[in-house]
């Protein structure tokens, strides 16, 4: 009995799954031929077997549907507010997908194709869907989890707050990686100290976001970091040394994250930044004279990674 409701419990949630695949937010409309339009005739677009096509000039308030004809697309160009369509004629359905509003899948034209005339359609948006869609995209807080390289590799955790375009972001930079061991001489030559460095950095900072499209936007940044440096005793340094010493930091950090919206919720990004070091305590002027352990700690970097908003 209780194997038969768990077959029965997996079989709901396929289907679940499979309707939810399968659904969209948006719908086909006034498709019809447009008998004052000679473009497709003037154009003269040919399939690969030489016929003339027709074209569909679909309208749409989002420039990212993708089209997918039982016969193919033999072009598709995109502009503002409008797609067009060269098919080859007697094409009868197409699928149209969106990452956001989903997939209407093979949708049957209501009329014939025919090559050389132009067809006109709207794709329509429901205003649920674009009202939470446009929501999403102001969802006021957010989690930022992503993976720094260059001078400074480690991952990152970080949680903001987004209102109107403004972001602050506060979180921490967890370094991996240390610099090679630096030592230290006294003036008769004689070895004095060796530690290699590793870091660990909060910061805050504040955005901007400027939206290019729907799906892509460039916020540009502007923030403070903390940097918590701490060296591990190098192995052939005298036992007579601290293990460990330490140096902290403020820097100011500018940044330019390039993030691309997946849906509503989630977002990735590629972030450029650049770091300069503003008060430094003694032990970081004294150690930033190697010209190893100041391009571990200013400098370029480049981060990436995923942000989820709530």
């Known amino acids: 009995m209780k194997t038969t409701y768990i077959r029965f419990a997996i079989m709901q949630l396929m289907l679940l799954f499979v309707l939810s695949a399968n659904a969209q937010d948006f719908q086909v409309t006034k498709f019809k031929e447009n008998l004052f339009d000679l473009t497709a005739a003037s154009a003269a677009v040919k399939d690969n077997n030489g016929d003339e096509c027709a074209l569909i000039r ?11 004809p039982n016969l193919g697309v033999v072009r598709m160009i995109r502009k503002k507010g409008e797609i067009q369509l060269y098919v ?15 997939v209407l899948r093979d949708y049957r034209i209501p009329v014939d194709i025919e090559a050389k005339t132009v067809y006109d359609a709207v794709i329509v948006i429901t205003p649920e869907a674009l009202a939470e869609y446009r929501k999403g995209r102001e969802r006021v807080v957010y ?59 909060p910061y805050i900072r504040y955005g901007y976001q400027v939206d290019l499209s729907n799906f892509f936007s460039v916020i540009p940044q502007v923030g403070f970091a903390y940097n918590m440096y701490r060296g591990k005793k190098a192995d052939i340094v005298s036992t007579s040394y601290d293990d460990y010493k330490s140096s902290k930091t403020a820097s100011l950090t500018l940044s330019a994250r390039l993030q691309f919206d997946l849906n509503r919720h989630l977002k ?34 480049l981060a990436a990674g995923a942000i989820v908003y709530f």
């Open 143 to 201: 989690v930022n989890a992503a993976f720094s390289a260059m001078s400074i590799m480690g991952p990152s955790l970080g949680v903001g707050f987004n209102l109107k375009h403004h972001n602050i972001e506060l979180g921490c930079l967890f370094g991996v990686n240390k610099t090679d061991d630096l030592f230290v001489y006294d003036n008769g030559g004689n070895l004095r100290e060796g530690y290699a460095y590793s870091v660990i950095r």
């Open 58 to 68: 679909f309208t749409v308030q989002d420039s990212n549907f993708e089209f997918e």
């Open 88 to 102: 080859p004629q007697k094409t009868k359905m197409v699928t149209i997908r969106h990452t956001v509003f989903g």
């Open 268 to 301: 990735v990004h590629l972030t450029p930044e650049y770091d300069l070091g503003l008060s430094k305590d003694d032990n970081y002027k004294f150690l930033s004279a190697d010209s190893k352990f100041k391009s571990f700690t200013e400098g370029f970097g």
